[in-house]
């Protein structure tokens, strides 16, 4: 089975801390996504990454950048946290193919004070 | 910009109930994927339906593509406490990265 795994499954910030949330996976995806999750939005899709030092934003990149220096990790960085970025953030990997399922992990949940 | 519209948005049924959830949109999608997310979890993959009309069936759970491709449901029979979670559709956009495009979800809860 692919495994996703998020480094931290709680997180409290304090506003304007630089943030990072990792997440590596061991199936040798080519695709990595990072996704935040707010009651009444949905999953919106923040960057995703199709190959190592590839990178491309998604539908809400502001604020966010990410880092895919290897295959299997993907890390998504709050240069400066704000308090509209408290949310659950997941993670997911996929193979290139087209209509390949993700397989998420178990989330983060980041609360920024 | 290509969306996913899930109903209901929330749905809580007693134990033994059938049901039915519903992903509409205005375009077209290559494929469409159902996820169900249990609290404290992320979504798992249920099933892929690729080709306008097809059926699928999981145990108690039907999933339908439309004929044109632009919708899909899922039906669960005689549905159990274990079905409760967030079922989230989500349409593949084409092309070869994998791009997803996420419906809302529908939060079930089912009591016994």
């Known amino acids: 089975d692919v495994k996703v795994t998020q480094s931290s499954r709680y997180l409290v910030k304090r506003t304007g801390e630089k943030v990072f949330l990792e997440c590596v996976q061991d199936?040798?995806?080519?695709?990595m996504f990072w996704y935040r999750q707010d009651p009444g939005l949905g999953l919106r899709l923040i960057y995703f990454?199709?190959?190592?030092?590839?990178?491309e934003k998604g539908d809400i990149p502001e604020g966010y950048s990410v880092s895919r220096e290897k295959k299997e990790r993907f890390s998504l960085i709050l240069e400066s946290a704000s308090t509209n970025q408290t949310s659950m953030y997941l993670c997911?990997?996929?193979?290139?193919?087209?209509?390949?399922?993700?397989?998420f992990g178990n989330g983060t949940r980041l609360t920024v004070t | 910009t290509q969306l996913l519209e899930q109903s209901p948005q929330f749905l809580s049924i007693q134990e033994g109930e059938n049901l039915t959830v519903y992903c509409n949109s205005s375009?077209?999608?290559?494929?469409l994927q159902w996820y169900r997310q249990e609290p404290g979890e992320g979504p798992v993959l249920l099933v892929t339906?690729?080709?306008?009309?097809e059926v699928k069936k999981l145990k108690r759970l039907t999933f339908q593509f439309g004929d044109a491709r632009k919708d899909s449901s899922l039906h669960i029979t005689a549905a159990q406490p274990g079905d409760t979670g967030l079922y989230l559709c989500?349409?593949?956009?084409?092309?070869?990265?994998?791009?997803?495009?996420f419906g809302k979800g529908t939060k079930l809860s089912v009591k016994p």
């Open positions: 997911a990997s996929s193979l290139g193919a087209q209509g390949s399922p993700l397989h």
């Open positions: 199936m040798d995806h080519e695709n």
């Open positions: 990454s199709y190959d190592v030092k590839m990178k």
């Open positions: 375009s077209v999608f290559s494929s």
């Open positions: 339906v690729v080709t306008g009309g």
């Open positions: 989500a349409g593949g956009e084409g092309g070869s990265q994998g791009n997803l495009i």
